[in-house]
């Protein structure tokens, strides 16, 4: 945590991961920390805030996730574009030192037990919902968001200020075989449309 | 249908939607064919390629997903900003020409008895996977997508051509109050990351 760090009122969490960034999930359980990348991660509703986000069975942190019960959703950044890749490729159970490997560093927040990875733009603690036949059939895991937080620099005022931030503050959005795309320029609707 | 409108392979569909446009969800029940936005879509699998996406219950477009069992998720662009966010605020149940007032055109595709909304950089036919428990207490609906197509000008070899489209042609991804982000520049991993 740092002076850039502050936290976001519920009502507005599902700003952080409207515009669908591919995120970072991380969990904790049994002295053990993961972190792998998710481009299928999607915002459920408002109030109370959920939020969907698939793990493939193979997936180390998807066990962690459902010993818990908890889970972070964080918001990588162009900078951590190389951190995210790896994360996203490499699996815990072939490679003990993952984090480290991968240039991870995490970070705690007081309250929470779970770990936070350093320079994200955007952090979203959850607790699981547990849905044993969505889990089961379409490795889809519902969280409901009980704490967020972001980095100043990016998200403030209840928005996301891309625009106002450099080009390495832009979130990461997925496509496919190491190809992603940032997030681009605003485009706001007249509010005579509204 | 044009020139520059062609099949996506269904291995490759999940691409279309994998770094989290705000889509448009179209649908046709007796007689009446119906368009919403929503940002709350994502990828739910591979093969065959599955996705969910969240209807409200005050939505009419869900009412014609439950009673039909099908549905188009598209992909629209920056040129369709007023209209995404036209669809997306007003109902069909509060004004009946809708579509219309939106400037929404809607197309036929032979072998489909879907409304697909012209001017848009990708659609999904899609068929519902029921299941209600999660329809009624989440809103969340999952599809399993039985036909892809692309403009060529934007989607072409099995990738987004965002960088050699003109900027009308970016995919939206919708923040909250009128407020999107265009899709920005592509990132991609070294190869020897991979």
Known sequence: MHDN???VALKNAYRLINHGPTVLVSARHGGVDNVMAAAWACALD???PK????LDKSA???ALVEQSGRFVIQVPTAAQLQLTHGVGTHSLAEMPDKLARCGVT???IPGQDLPFVAGCAAWLACRLVPEPHNQLAYDLFIGEVVGAWADTRV???GHWQFEQAGPEWRSLHYVAGGHFYAIGDPLTVPAADD
Do not use: G, H, M, N
């Open 51 to 54: 939020l969907t986000v698939v």
């Open 106 to 108: 995490l970070f705690d």
């Open 60 to 62: 180390r942190t998807r």
């Open 155 to 157: 998200f403030r005022d």
């Open 5 to 7: 760090f502050a936290p």
């Open 46 to 48: 408002f109030a109370p």
